[in-house]
């Protein structure tokens, strides 16, 4: 599930590797996976790669007047191979096959396909509906005055922080890292928090993130693989001692998350209902 260090990690090595590269051709093998029509996809042929970068959670490819805006949601990877693929790969969305025989490619793993990828003209690249709705990014955080107002609202911080709309960036791993580091229960409302709360948490995403990212520019050298070493402490760690104070990580399940924290530092002790569990006793 790629949030902004891994998005970030992405866009840096894959900046290194193909800028200047010239465009063959592109296609999108997964129909549904491109978003818009106009310019059509192939209109990358002929032009030169000129910049990634990380918008939030997205990736832009930058080719000149075009941009290649892409969205990995929770399974997709863009990736740089040197052999192009098989038509046939159904793990393959979109393909921007490069001179020397490289492919920049967008595959998805798993049944469904939710990553996109939308090609704008770079000046509608800012007023696209996905990316003006973004809040500041997360790393590095914005001022404590900015930070502290995006925070104020009567939502609980755990889906408070993952709201691209409040601050970008942040997603289901990284969220139970910063409200740990932080010492903040997940449930405490954005708009409870108090000067000094707001502060730690300010802190915990600008070194939290920050590290993550020092971690991956040590790690990876060229090529982002599948599954990134990511340094998590408490996200998926249910069971196992906190690394801070020894007491047993819990975890909450939803639907489709995990949520994990330390009950004696971030809620007074007290472990929350598991909303999976407490939905099997009705
Ligand atoms: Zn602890």
Not at 8 to 31: F, Q, Y
Not at 141 to 164: G, M, N, V
Not at 187 to 214: H, N, P, Y
């Amino acid at each position: 599930m790629p949030e902004l260090p891994e998005v970030e990690i992405t866009a840096r090595r894959l900046a290194r590797a193909v800028e200047g590269a010239g465009v063959e051709s592109a296609l999108a093998p997964g129909m549904v996976a491109l978003k818009t029509f106009d310019p059509p996809l192939d209109a990358l042929a002929g032009g030169r790669l000129t910049g990634v970068r990380r918008i939030g959670k997205m990736l832009a490819v930058e080719a000149g007047e075009l941009t290649l805006l892409v969205h990995l949601m929770s399974a997709g990877r863009l990736q740089l191979f040197d052999k192009r693929a098989s038509l046939r790969d159904k793990s393959s969305r979109i393909l921007v096959r490069l001179e020397g025989e490289r492919e920049l490619r967008l595959r998805e793993f798993g049944t469904q396909q939710r990553a996109w990828a939308k090609l704008l003209r770079a000046g509608e690249v800012a007023t696209d509906e996905d990316v003006a709705r973004l809040g500041p990014d997360a790393h590095p955080p914005p001022p404590p005055d900015e930070f502290a107002r995006l925070l104020d609202q009567p939502r609980h911080l755990h889906p408070l922080l993952r709201d691209q709309r409040t601050i970008a960036g942040i997603g289901r791993s990284w969220v139970d890292e910063l409200l740990w580091t932080a010492r903040l229960s997940p449930f405490k409302q954005g708009s409870e928090l108090e000067d000094g709360e707001v502060e730690e948490l300010r802190t915990a995403c600008d070194e939290v993130l920050g590290a993550a990212l020092d971690h991956y520019e040590q790690v990876i050298v060229d090529t982002v693989p599948d599954k990134l070493p990511m340094p998590l402490q408490v996200h998926r760690r249910a069971g196992e001692p906190c690394p801070r104070c020894g007491s047993t990580i819990e975890a909450v399940h939803f639907k489709d998350y995990v949520m994990c924290y330390c009950p004696e530092e971030q809620t007074g002790g007290r472990v929350l209902k598991d909303r999976r569990l407490s939905r099997l006793l009705k």
